[in-house]
Every structure is written in C-alpha cells, then in structure tokens.
C-alpha cells in the first residue's frame, strides 16, 4: 500500500454516500470478466439490494466492498474514503464493516452474548454487557442470551448474527443471501423485521439475494445485475413499471413477451393494435411485455384463447392460455390473472386494458429472458 491510497479521499465521493463503487471491474486469471465497469453509490442510512440470478457478479461485488476480493480496475470508496483499486485493498479488518452470511457463521462453541459481543473487545467489560443486553433486546433474543448457537432456530441464528455485525456500529453492514435457507413465509417475516430494525438505527445496508421479492420487501434501491454488468439502478416500481432493457422486463414480475410490428405511428400483434409510443425509435423486430393482470375478459373480442391450466392464488388465479392464431400471428401462450373462476379448455375473448408500453427489440441467442 502506498503512502498516497492509505486513507486517500477523492472529492468527487458525495460525503452522504456510504459507499460508492465507480467503474469496477473484476476479472480471475485467464477468464471472463466477473464485473464490467460496475457504478452503484448508497446513501448514508439507505438499504440497497444487488440483484440477479446466479454468476450475475452480485457475490464478486459484495465480497469487492467487504475486501475479500480485489478489484482489477475502477475504485471503491467507503465514507468517502478510498478502499479498492487496482494495485490496493484497504484491509478487511480497516473498512468498519459488518457482514451477515448466509449460514449465519456464528461461533459454535460461543454463547449467543459472546457471539454478539466478539467484536466488541475496545470496550471495557462494563460498556461491553451493556451493547450486548441492548442488542439482544433489538432482535428479540434476551431469554436466549446464555444459549449456544445449535439450540437456536435458523431464524433465531440469522438475527443473532445481524445483532453481532451491528454491534460495532459499522460504517455499513452487508448481507449476503442471509435469508436464502429459511422457509418462504419466515423468510418474508425476517426480512420486514431486519429491515425495521436497520431503519430504527439509522444503519446503511447492502444486501445480494437472487429472490426478487425479498429485494422488494428489503431495499429502498435494487441493482439488477447481469452477467457482470449493472442493467438498472432504482426503486422496486420503477424497475418493475419502467424497465430499462428487456433483461430487467424477463427477471421482474411475471409476464410474457409478444411479437409485434411497427406500421406507421400503429403497433400489431397478437393482441391487437395500439399507438406506437411517439418518444421511442423503434426499429426492426419488436416485442412488448405483457404482465398477467393487464388483460381483461370482455364479451367481444378478435383476440381469442382457450385455457391450458389454472394456479390457484387465493384472491383469484394465474391462468396460462393459448391464444389462437390471429392474422399473420401464429398461436401464443400468456398468462393471465383474473378474480373470475375459468375451467381447462374455457374458450376466452381478451382484451388489453392499456396499450404495451415496454416495448424492445426481440429477444436474440445473447439476449435470454
């Protein structure tokens, strides 16, 4: 480490940003780059979410920032300080960072106390007790302060384990899938309540999930990631409403892609025709999304299917159905979802309540869902 990177600043760093990691790349000896000019900043007190499906680079990214990992090229900056860059790595033991696994990593042979208080050896014992029974008592853990990691429940385990990494007060806690061995419903309960107890203490946080709706229900942003590039970086909506390439359209939600045309100022496709969006250059061959709960079952309508199979939601169900050939269109298979109840082999008239808006250009060998 030079003398000019230990503690080195830049003033570009916003100074409310936690982190920012600015054109990072990472790449292993002789293989493919794991990361391509990676950009994402998290405010001071924001939860951020690094997600996409396995190999996407969203590990690579959280194990860069936690110092795990060096960076070929770009830089990392914590609390406006410089970490990470090419030749460089701050130590992992320097960054004031927390980490929670997935696996929850506490130490077997340690008390819950001790293992929430290991960090905690600057302090005398006094202050030491007194950080430990306050943490405890965030997470819900008081009655089992004296238990050992095996008696607990995952979920007990997993809070243990966040109790532990805030307890130095870190300048930024990150999660790596800490959820991902719990059932769906726990899973769903931890998460809202990690979240609270995060926002309650003013704690800036990165999570890596490959589950969407635990990004959802966590982060205030999502960084959509694939194949080591950044696709989107923004809120739940407007990934899920404003997708920015159809990589982020396939990976949010449910839905499917339709082929359609351009004639003109007019859109055809196998649900119709609609205005052509005047703002966008559309060129070639073209798909739009179309999420399940865009259609509706009218009495009259060219756009007519059957019913193949029904998933049973509770409030009302996903219908698959195969649209007949319409036109030039052959046939198609969408989902729909509709409060009414339909039988297997129910023929249905659809229309689409608004006109496509996610409009791109149709997927190819290099662009999968």
């Not at 997600?51 to 090229?73: H, M, N, P, Y």
């Not at 033991?93 to 290991?118: C, S, W, Y």
């Not at 202050?127 to 302060?145: G, S």
């Amino acid at each position: 480490m030079s003398g000019s990177d230990a503690g080195a600043t830049n003033s570009g760093v916003d100074n409310d940003d936690a982190l920012v990691m600015r054109d990072v790349c990472h790449h292993y000896v002789a293989g493919t780059p794991v990361l391509r000019n990676l950009n994402v900043a998290v405010s001071r007190g924001e939860i951020a979410c690094l997600l996409g499906s396995s190999g996407c680079g969203k590990t690579t990214a959280l194990r860069i920032v936690a110092g795990f990992e060096a960076v070929s090229a770009g830089e990392v900056y914590l609390a406006g300080q410089l970490v990470g860059r090419a030749g460089f790595a701050l130590p992992p033991e320097k960054r004031g960072v927390g980490m929670v696994f997935q696996d929850a990593a506490l130490f077997p042979h340690k008390t819950i106390a001790d293992n929430v208080g290991f960090g905690l050896q600057r302090f005398d014992r006094e202050r030491r007790r007194a950080r430990v029974r306050e943490l405890l008592a965030m997470v819900d853990l008081e009655a089992h302060a004296r238990k050992w990691p095996h008696q607990l429940s995952g979920g007990q385990r997993q809070r243990a384990a966040l109790a532990r990494a805030m307890a130095p007060e870190p300048g930024l806690i990150l999660l790596d899938e800490p959820f991902s061995a719990l059932d769906s419903d726990l899973r769903r309960k931890l998460s809202r309540d990690v979240r609270a107890l995060l926002k309650a203490n003013g704690m800036t946080a990165v999570l890596v999930t490959h589950d969407q709706q635990e990004a959802f229900a966590m982060a205030d942003r999502i960084a959509l990631m694939h194949r080591g590039r950044l696709e989107q970086y923004g809120d739940a909506r407007s990934l899920y409403d404003r997708p920015a390439s159809r990589v982020v359209a396939g990976f949010i939600g449910e839905g499917v892609f339709l082929p359609v045309r351009r004639e003109g100022n007019r859109l055809h496709g196998p649900a119709g025709e609609w205005p052509a969006p005047a703002a966008r250059e559309l060129e070639g061959e073209l798909e739009v999304l179309v999420r399940p709960d865009e259609w509706s079952l009218v009495a009259e309508s060219d756009v007519v299917g059957s019913v193949l199979d029904v998933d049973y939601r509770g409030t009302g169900s996903l219908y698959r159905v195969r649209l007949a050939a319409y036109q030039e269109w052959p046939e198609q298979e969408i989902e729909v979802y509709f409060k009414e109840t339909l039988r297997v082999g129910e023929e249905v008239r659809l229309r689409l309540t608004t006109p496509p808006s996610r409009i791109f250009a149709k997927r190819t060998e290099a662009t999968p869902k």
